[in-house]
């Protein structure tokens, strides 16, 4: 399963997602509001599209109407108030993967 992981700035949040779960499923992570932003063709890419706060979700499809209907886009809920790899962030993160996929 391809799972592309997306949050503000591809720093704190979706890079370390990335890395957590790049043994048990292929990943990539992407940012909205960066120098390089999320792509159509990274979204085109991935089976799940898994966002940090349903804001992301709305960003997503606006800027990508015909790709976000036809994708499986999932809010995990996150807030951004983690540093990368923070201990409680991989906390979160592998307790609402369970549930969600």
């Known amino acids: 399963m391809k799972l592309l992981f997306v949050c503000n700035q591809n ?10 779960f790049n043994n048990k499923y292929n990943t990539k992570s992407a940012g909205l509001f960066t120098n390089k932003p999320l792509t159509e ?10 966002v940090m706060e349903d804001f992301q ?12 209907l036809q994708k499986r886009i999932l809010s995990l809920n996150i807030p ?13 993160l592998k307790n609402k993967i369970v549930d969600l996929i």
């Open 11 to 20: 720093k704190n949040r979706s890079k370390t997602a990335e890395l957590l």
């Open 57 to 68: 979700r709305t960003e997503i499809a606006k800027r990508f109407p015909k790709t976000y």
């Open 80 to 92: 951004d108030i983690y540093k990368f790899n923070d201990i409680k962030l991989k906390k979160e």
């Open 41 to 50: 063709k990274e979204m085109k890419w991935a089976d799940s599209i898994i």
